[in-house]
Nanobody, 128 residues
Framework: EVQLQASGGGLVQAGGSLRLSCVAS????????????IGWFRQAPGKEREAVSV???????KYVDSVKGRFTISRDNAENTVYLQMNNLRPEDTGVYYC??????????????????WGSGTQVTVSS
């Protein structure tokens, strides 16, 4: 089963930057990281999970409006890793960030229900 490990979270002041990493492994036979879409999602305390960004296996990207121009998603297929560079962080970016893999029938979407595998989260806290 696909395993996803997110890391890179931390405590940062507003206006600061963090880079999150998501390393994937354990793809089933016939599937591989290079053929999968990877998404980032976040959940703030007391709120529902929301999508942040996705990168497809063809390197198409999509962002939620609130992070456009501040966050950049990228991938390194040789390292089975997706990155989320977060600049100009705001207190409202605080939350647990999760990465997820859309493996079986990947298409460009920020709908979390479409994703097949989810990893553990990494905490991002932005102080004002």
């Amino acid at each position: 089963e696909v395993q996803l490990q997110a890391s890179g979270g931390g405590l940062v002041q507003a206006g600061g930057s963090l880079r999150l990493s998501c390393v994937a492994s354990g793809f089933p036979s016939g599937f591989h990281f290079g053929g999968s879409n990877i998404g980032w999602f976040r959940q703030a305390p007391g709120k529902e999970r929301e999508a942040v960004s996705v990168i497809t296996y063809t390197d198409r990207t999509k962002y939620v409006d609130s992070v456009k121009g501040r966050f950049t998603i990228s991938r390194d297929n040789a390292e089975n890793t997706v990155y989320l560079q977060m600049n100009n962080l705001r207190p409202e970016d605080t939350g647990v960030y999760y990465c997820a893999a859309h493996v079986l029938t990947p298409y460009l979407t920020l709908d979390g229900s479409a994703y097949d595998y989810w990893g553990s989260g990494t905490q991002v806290t932005v102080s004002s």
